[in-house]
């Protein structure tokens, strides 16, 4: 697989990029403790150098620098207004649960699981579940419970699709 390649499937196989950011520019926006984001800004830098690995080897640096202006400005107006950010928030948790329902479609159009492992989103579940629990823990943030609530139904929801429709092999 090329490095094109890897950017669509690991931009495919994640949360839209943006909210990542978003969720990360608000947790630091309200001072939460570091500990309950710190695995955004690894996800984040990863990205990062993967898609500037393929714009340098592509010969698109021009567009790569266009492109990171583009992340600071939006960095900066995320904070501009307490609404705005909040705002974004709320939008980021409805693209991500609309991210999982395409998934969802996806998976009951074609009654096979495919590619999509039991195992990964089994993960994802518990990654949910933690996070309410830390949420509930240092911050009680109700845009944050109600997001990690949200996708913890969807994984579980993805997750079963997924066991449901997987293919068992056949033994003599």
């Known amino acids: ?5 890897s950017w669509k499937y690991r931009k495919h196989k994640s949360s839209v990029p943006f909210s990542l950011l978003v969720f990360l520019r608000y947790q630091i926006y309200y001072g939460y403790p570091l500990e309950t984001y710190l695995e955004f800004p690894v996800v984040i830098a990863q990205d990062a150098i993967l898609l500037g690995c393929i714009m340098h080897f592509s010969g698109k640096v021009r567009r790569a620098f266009f492109y990171a202006v ?11 207004q307490k ?5 974004a928030m709320n939008l980021c948790t409805l693209i991500s649960a609309a991210s999982k329902l395409v998934q969802l479609q996806h998976l009951w159009e074609t009654k096979d699981s495919g590619q999509a492992s039991a195992l990964t989103w089994g993960m994802s579940v518990y990654a949910s579940a933690a996070r309410i629990i830390t949420t509930l823990m240092t911050t009680n943030d109700r845009a944050v419970l109600t997001r990690f609530i949200v996708m913890l139904i969807l994984n579980i929801w993805v997750t079963a699709t997924i066991l449901h429709y997987r293919k068992t092999k056949k033994t003599d």
């Open 1 to 5: 697989m090329d490095l094109q390649e």
């Open 70 to 80: 583009i992340f600071w400005v939006g960095w900066y107006m995320l904070t501009l």
């Open 83 to 87: 609404r705005i950010i909040d705002l």
